[in-house]
């Protein structure tokens, strides 16, 4: 997927980078809400080594004080430092819990020790910093002191002897300050992951169903699957299955694709133009009787003499579609019981519609029969253009035993439903018994601001076909 088509699959799925936006940013907001405040307090010592005014005992006592300060940051977490804390400041933990919350660290070619403690409570964070600084120092100052040998009494009893002082002294040149905001957990960093984490999170879910996903989205991506060309793209109306004739509609943008459709079909072929054209799917629910009425409306409307037949023997439509009677039509014809023009009826000036009539037991049979061709011819003599409404392909094989009495055929194919499978199984079960595809029909396609014109009155008012319900013929449609 290059950049362009990663861009358009996130506009086209952008609820679902809404949907992790929202849900990441929430559950920021959330962790911080829930977490406990976090305080910081920091202490600074000066490590010092007690020597003469002579420059170069300042010297090497400088470098010593520097060898030894990076040992000095390891003991501060120790126990020997946090336990006598601990029982300062009677804290409830223990000292191997204090020394989890207290860091040292001391900067390269420095002799200052940084002394951390963390604590929920801002006050004690710097109570224990202070103390522990407190600790530490006299820790290292003790065991820094020389010792004697073979020394009796203790150092700090009474009348002991006199013990040297530590070649080293540690100061505090900045004492731990109550801090005032907590260093956990940080709102804005928070709010920022969560937006991040959302849009990479939902990028991460379009690209994941982009790539599983095969259903074609535009009709380019028609065209490159089956190499057939478009002829027409019918946007999606959400009013289409409560007013399923565009053209009553006037001039809305789904009556003017179906205009389109009709001009590119005339001229797709000029030199050979298919009279008995069939109107076909992959599944149901693409919309092909949809488009098969109207074309047919769109014919008519155009001056075209139009017989539309109902070839879907199995779920017949184009009869209710229009009102028109059902119980007789091309079955009754089929079977001899009656003559196409006792059974044809009239759905404008200039379009007849034949209904698909009763259901039959054996409806592939009819229509690859002899007489079913008989029919199609005879409709061809008498009418400009006939459109056969069929049934889909891939579930039953009534399809491919018609196709062969055309003179060509339509493939209507669903945006974002109709997978390339599919649809390329479509056209080579109607290649392999020789129709001939005509091209494809994108029905339902997104519609965009760049396809809508705005409004078409911007090119003149047409007048909208009036529709009259006859009691014998149904539903008219006159121009």
Known sequence: ??????????????????????????????????????????????????????????????????????????????????????????????????????????????????????????????????????????????????????????????????????????????????????????????????????????????????????????????????????????????????????????????????????TNLQFAQVDDRPQIIMVTSSLPGEGKTNTAVNLALSLAEAGVSTCLVDCDLRRPTVAKTFGLVEDAGLTTVLIGQSRVEEVMQRAGSRLSVLASGATPPNPTELLASARMGEVLGELATTYEAVIVDTAPLLPVADTVGLAPLTQGSLLVVRASKTSRDQVRTAAEALERVGSRILGTVFNMAATSQSDSYGSYTTYGELPAPRVSVHPKEGAGLDS
């Not at 170069?56 to 003991?75: H, K, M, N, P, W």
């Not at 407190?134 to 020389?146: S, W």
């Not at 009796?152 to 009348?159: D, W």
């Open 1 to 262: 997927m290059d950049l362009h088509g990663f861009l358009k699959a996130l506009a086209r799925r952008w609820p679902t980078v809404l949907v992790c936006l929202v849900l990441a940013v929430g559950t920021a907001l959330a962790a911080t809400n829930l977490t406990t405040p976090v305080y910081e307090a920091r202490t600074q010592l000066f490590v010092a080594t007690r020597t003469g005014e002579d420059t170069a005992q300042l010297s090497q006592g400088q470098t010593f004080s520097q060898a030894r300060v990076q040992s000095y940051a390891a003991i501060v977490p120790t126990r020997r430092v946090t336990e006598p804390v601990v029982r300062e400041l009677k804290l409830r933990m223990t000292p191997e819990e204090l020394a989890s919350r207290v860091t040292a660290e001391a900067p390269l070619d420095t002799v200052l020790i940084n002394i951390t403690v963390r604590d929920t409570v801002p006050s004690r964070a710097a109570k224990i910093a202070n103390a522990v600084a407190a600790g530490f120092t006299a820790v290292v100052e003790r065991l820094e002191r020389p010792t004697q040998l073979n020394r009796q009494p203790s150092a700090y009893e009474p009348g002991g002897p006199d013990v040297p002082d530590s070649p080293v002294s540690l100061g505090v040149t900045q004492p731990a300050v109550v801090p005032a905001d907590p260093v956990s957990p940080r709102p804005l960093l928070n709010l920022t992951a969560g937006v991040l984490g959302g849009l990479l999170l939902g990028a991460g879910l379009v690209v994941l169903r982009e790539t599983l996903d095969t259903t074609v989205k535009t009709s380019q991506a028609l065209s490159e699957c089956t190499g057939l060309p478009s002829l027409g793209s019918i946007p999606y109306d959400r009013n289409a299955p409560k007013q399923p004739l565009a053209a009553v509609t006037g001039n809305s943008g789904r009556a003017e694709a179906f205009r389109k459709l009709r």
